[in-house]
């Protein structure tokens, strides 16, 4: 694909994508905005004689995928039917492996999708398989942590690899300075050309810079990235058993459609932290979200919170919701310090403050009092107003606030972080 049909796409993508995301952060495409970079990544690779992306759509299709996006799964296929068809008439070698391959792929096409799997027939999620990447359209690998260096200085990062198939890929990196009251982001569009999700093993790679992979000798987990002023290399390890969000890992989604879902929610953290040109050696405690389905337009707004207390308890707590309109999911999950997990469908969220960005001119909450069933109220607070991660040329996600926070639960302190979109205030 040639630089202005490149430049094209991605501004297309940009300005049709809609407000839309869900709990961990993953901001879902308009079906417009999914339909042109899907094409747009499978023509690329067509344009370099690799029909791998067309496979991959015409298992997607197969598998029936597009069960809950029919209209965004046909539209799709007959561009891509159209693409690969001219790809195949324009190449004169009938012999090669790649023609072969295509042919195969476009066979796959003509055949009926199957039937989606009945509610409560859905795998169950299996670790250490389930680290690595699915065939689903919808994926992403959300890190967040809190760190201090030597001379006790705070600092907040988070992480997100995402990956919609079939071929488009974004990466989220922000890291917020306490001290110096400043956060520094990043978010980037990236070729196919430039990552990799392997489906065998964990070994999320995009661009030369950010990387998620198992740690030395398989234990425990590795993650790079850079950052507008900023890096890090840390070393993550597991310090508590999996979360399995909801008690089997498996959560029904607004707009019928549901997603698995597992977090790691204690990891002991060390590494390097840079900013501004200066090199830190920090520690501190990090979390982790896995999370892939079918989905690709969820039109809602959310509210997530990871919230890691000194008594060991660590929660998981996220709500969906229409605007500011009353929520239409709730999912509270704890696991306590001795790894016992409870779950609820019910939260009380209290918004107590608010902050404009003067950036976008959008309200985010910046102080707030939950209510969680069997345990104490537990009031959270933004360390630093400012960590919105605004709309950025070429990013089809919308712009959100992800941010460090404190939390305080009956005279119990600990770290928190918080996401939150689409308040029309």
Same mark, same amino acid.
Not at 395 to 409: N, T
């Given at each position: 694909?040639? =630089?202005?049909?490149?430049?094209?796409?991605?501004?297309?993508?940009?300005?049709?994508?809609?407000?839309?995301?869900?709990?961990?952060?993953?901001?879902?495409?308009?079906?417009?905005?999914?339909?042109?970079?899907?094409?747009?990544?499978?023509?690329?690779?067509?344009?370099?004689?690799?029909?791998?992306?067309?496979?991959?759509?015409?298992?997607? !299709?197969?598998?029936?995928?597009?069960?809950?996006?029919?209209?965004?799964?046909?539209?799709?296929?007959?561009?891509?039917?159209?693409?690969?068809?001219?790809?195949?008439?324009?190449?004169?070698?009938? =012999?090669?492996?790649?023609?072969?391959?295509?042919?195969?792929?476009?066979?796959?096409?003509?055949?009926?999708?199957?039937?989606?799997?009945?509610?409560?027939?859905?795998?169950?999620?299996?670790?250490?398989?389930?680290?690595?990447?699915?065939?689903?359209?919808?994926?992403?690998?959300?890190?967040?942590?809190?760190?201090?260096?030597?001379?006790?200085?705070?600092?907040?990062?988070?992480?997100?690899?995402?990956?919609?198939?079939?071929?488009?890929?974004?990466?989220?990196?922000?890291?917020?300075?306490?001290?110096? @009251?400043?956060?520094?982001? +990043?978010?980037?569009?990236? !070729?196919?050309?430039?990552?990799?999700?392997?489906?065998?093993?964990?070994?999320?790679?995009? @661009?030369?810079?950010?990387?998620?992979?198992?740690?030395?000798?398989?234990?425990?987990?590795?993650?790079?990235?850079?950052?507008? @002023?900023?890096?890090?290399?840390?070393?993550? +390890?597991?310090?508590? =058993?999996?979360?399995?969000?909801?008690? &089997? @890992?498996?959560?029904?989604?607004?707009?019928?459609?549901?997603?698995?879902?597992?977090?790691?929610?204690?990891?002991?953290?060390?590494?390097?932290?840079?900013? &501004?040109?200066?090199?830190?050696?920090?520690?501190?405690?990090?979390?982790?979200?896995?999370?892939?389905?079918?989905?690709?337009?969820?039109?809602?707004?959310?509210?997530?919170?990871?919230?890691?207390?000194?008594?060991?308890?660590?929660?998981?707590?996220?709500?969906?919701?229409?605007?500011?309109?009353?929520?239409? =999911?709730?999912?509270?999950?704890?696991?306590?310090?001795?790894?016992?997990?409870?779950?609820?469908?019910?939260?009380?969220?209290?918004?107590?403050?608010?902050?404009?960005?003067?950036?976008?001119?959008?309200?985010?909450?910046?102080?707030?009092?939950?209510?969680?069933?069997?345990?104490?109220?537990?009031?959270?607070?933004?360390?630093?107003?400012?960590?919105?991660?605004?709309?950025?040329?070429?990013?089809?996600?919308?712009?959100?606030?992800?941010?460090?926070?404190?939390?305080?639960?009956?005279?119990?302190?600990?770290?928190?972080?918080?996401?939150?979109?689409?308040?029309?205030?």
């Amino acid at each position: 694909m040639n =630089a202005a049909k490149l430049v094209l796409t991605a501004l297309l993508s940009f300005a049709l994508c809609q407000p839309a995301v869900h709990a961990g952060g993953f901001p879902s495409l308009s079906g417009q905005a999914y339909l042109e970079q899907a094409a747009a990544a499978i023509e690329e690779a067509l344009d370099r004689g690799d029909p791998g992306l067309v496979e991959e759509f015409a298992a997607l !299709s197969e598998s029936g995928a597009y069960a809950t996006e029919p209209l965004v799964g046909k539209a799709l296929k007959r561009r891509v039917v159209r693409l690969a068809t001219a790809r195949l008439a324009s190449t004169a070698d009938t =012999a090669s492996a790649v023609k072969r391959r295509l042919a195969a792929a476009l066979t796959r096409l003509e055949k009926p999708p199957q039937a989606p799997a009945p509610a409560g027939s859905h795998a169950p999620i299996r670790l250490p398989a389930d680290e690595a990447a699915h065939m689903r359209l919808a994926e992403w690998w959300y890190i967040n942590g809190h760190l201090r260096d030597d001379e006790g200085r705070e600092y907040g990062y988070e992480l997100t690899f995402f990956h919609v198939r079939p071929g488009i890929f974004f990466v989220h990196t922000a890291i917020t300075d306490i001290a110096g @009251g400043k956060f520094h982001r +990043r978010r980037e569009y990236l !070729s196919p050309l430039a990552c990799r999700t392997p489906t065998d093993r964990l070994d999320v790679v995009y @661009g030369k810079t950010h990387a998620l992979t198992r740690g030395e000798s398989g234990r425990g987990y590795a993650i790079r990235a850079t950052t507008d @002023g900023g890096a890090l290399a840390l070393s993550l +390890r597991p310090l508590k =058993a999996p979360m399995m969000v909801n008690g &089997d @890992g498996i959560i029904d989604m607004p707009e019928g459609t549901f997603s698995w879902y597992y977090s790691m929610t204690r990891l002991a953290t060390a590494g390097e932290l840079e900013l &501004d040109g200066k090199k830190f050696r920090v520690a501190g405690l990090s979390w982790m979200d896995h999370q892939w389905g079918n989905f690709v337009t969820l039109r809602i707004g959310w509210d997530w919170f990871s919230v890691q207390l000194d008594d060991g308890s660590d929660f998981n707590i996220f709500s969906f919701r229409k605007g500011n309109s009353a929520p239409i =999911a709730q999912y509270v999950n704890r696991l306590d310090g001795a790894a016992v997990l409870t779950t609820s469908h019910q939260v009380g969220l209290e918004r107590l403050a608010w902050w404009k960005s003067p950036e976008t001119g959008k309200d985010y909450v910046t102080r707030w009092r939950l209510a969680v069933p069997g345990h104490a109220p537990i009031d959270i607070e933004s360390r630093l107003d400012g960590q919105e991660l605004p709309r950025a040329p070429f990013d089809p996600a919308p712009g959100y606030w992800e941010g460090k926070c404190r939390p305080s639960s009956g005279g119990v302190g600990g770290v928190a972080y918080c996401e939150q979109f689409a308040y029309p205030r």
